[in-house]
């Protein structure tokens, strides 16, 4: 028997089943990349510290059940338009998207301290305290989602635009931060061990671009769309940094035949040509 559904929401349903599926897939992408870190940090337990044995698989673990919240939020969603679905109220409120967007920027926030940990004193305070502002903000922000009634009196619809447009501001700044910090050591390796050493360190710079890789699906004027896949796309982005730093670790850096040579012909330039003048055997 069809359903009588007004013409006025048939733009609204579609939308809404076409974010349904994407976000599927989307979760499904979380699921391979949680999997395969995991079955990373098993195969190299000894490479990494007790805290973080302890902090990575909880922080997966956390990012995957905001991405599974936001799924069944979904699909609860679109079945309540056919059938009555006896569902708490409180499943459909944007828990997992404070989750997943607070945890892809606290994320980053922390990459931020470690790379910039080695420097001097006074900017290293400038970058914690910016640092902390952004994270003290992004979580106000996100609490004021939950509150109906926010102190200025502003929409819902308000709270979700400010949120939203404040993580990807935060998120421009610590993307920009981190490449620049990447670029630099860059330099520095090129200068200390040669050119053939920077090409392998270049890959890291693509963190960057995965740190900020959600500020491009969001927009303060999304659609219901935007609001569904934006969870797992800040589920994805911190996903992916974490699989690439696993996969480096786990993997030992190769290089290519010519960077091979190059290599053992610097390595066996006898001592007391220091100059490198001369035939080097290799």
Partial sequence: MPLDIPDEFAPYL?????????????????IVLSANCFHLFQKKRGVY????????????LVMLFSSTWELVGSICLYMQTFTPVHASEFLYRPF?????????DWFMIWRCLVLYQDISQVPRVAIILLLSLLSLASLVFGIAVFVEDVTFMVELIDAYAAFMS??????IILATLIVVRLVYHQRNVRNALGAEHGSPYTNIITIGLYASMYFWMDSPLGTNFMFDITPHICVIS??????????GRAVAPTLRPSEQVMAQIRLNIPLSNPSGQGIASV
């Fill in 238 to 247: 911190p996903l992916l940094i974490v699989y690439r730093v696993a996969l």
């Fill in 166 to 171: 404040l993580s990807a501001f935060a998120n």
């Fill in 96 to 104: 997992g998207l404070l989750v997943a967007m607070c945890g892809a």
């Fill in 49 to 60: 510290s007790n805290r973080m044995r302890i902090f990575l698989p909880i922080y997966i």
């Fill in 14 to 30: 579609k939308t809404q089943l076409l974010s349904t599926i994407f976000s599927a897939v989307a979760y499904g992408i979380v």
